[in-house]
T-cell receptor, first 116, second 110 residues
Framework: GAVVSQHPSWVICKSGTSVKIECRSLDFQATTMFWYRQFPKQSLMLMATSNEGSKATYEQGVEKDKFLINHASLTLSTLTVTSAHPEDSSFYIC????????????FGSGTQLSVL | RKEVEQDPGPFNVPEGATVAFNCTYSNSASQSFFWYRQDCRKEPKLLMSVYSSGNEDGRFTAQLNRASQYISLLIRDSKLSDSATYLCVVTSYNFNKFYFGSGTKLNVKP
């Protein structure tokens, strides 16, 4: 089946630094990828929809200048958390689907970000 | 109003029990429906898609009721390994967004 690779799995960084997370679709092309954030004991919250070759679409309340998304190719989307602060500590997960109706989402394995 | 609403639980059941989860969605034009299972700090994994005609996979049965805008998941003969959080997922009408419910936590006890 389709595979989505996400890395790094764990990141610990100092407050004020930027962190980049990569999401790759390994055996299919994904014109659209999704970025989610999940705080402990809460559900996945859609942050933004990443569109290849165009600007990402951000959900209400998500700062686009804080969470930079780049989808430069059909197999790679990146999320950069800029000037990270402790409140940005969370589980970030990407997903993609081949774009066919009723096709499921394929998830990356997630990135646990801890900002000290 | 949230796109998808789910009872967060937890549901604490003994092994062998039958347990059912429901999930409601707000947009009648929603396109596709899924149940995912998520273990702690892991990515969600697809459990099954949900169709109007209902579908069954072993001990799991999923049902979609478009008129009432809810989907359900029934687990029969619960196993310890079924302990997880179950997420219902609904796609937008144009299939370009996936909305997750808050998840229902299931604890199966010996």
């Amino acid at each position: 089946g389709a595979v989505v690779s996400q890395h790094p799995s764990w990141v610990i960084c100092k407050s004020g630094t930027s962190v980049k997370i990569e999401c790759r679709s390994l055996d299919f092309q994904a014109t659209t990828m999704f970025w989610y954030r999940q705080f402990p004991k809460q559900s996945l919250m859609l942050m933004a929809t990443s569109n290849e070759g165009s600007k990402a679409t951000y959900e209400q309340g998500v700062e686009k200048d804080k969470f930079l998304i780049n989808h430069a190719s059909l197999t790679l989307s990146t999320l950069t958390v800029t000037s990270a602060h402790p409140e940005d500590s969370s589980f970030y997960i990407c997903s993609a689907n081949p774009g066919r109706v009723n096709e499921k989402l394929f998830f990356g394995s997630g990135t646990q970000l801890s900002v000290l | 109003r949230k796109e998808v609403e789910q009872d967060p639980g937890p549901f604490n059941v003994p092994e062998g029990a039958t347990v059912a989860f429901n999930c409601t969605y707000s947009n009648s034009a929603s396109q596709s429906f899924f149940w995912y299972r998520q273990d702690c700090r892991k990515e969600p994994k697809l459990l099954m898609s949900v169709y109007s005609s209902g579908n069954e996979d072993g001990r799991f049965t999923a049902q979609l009721n478009r008129a009432s805008q809810y989907i359900s998941l029934l687990i029969r003969d619960s196993k310890l390994s079924d302990s997880a959080t179950y997420l219902c997922v609904v796609t937008s009408y144009n299939f370009n967004k996936f909305y997750f419910g808050s998840g229902t936590k299931l604890n199966v006890k010996p």
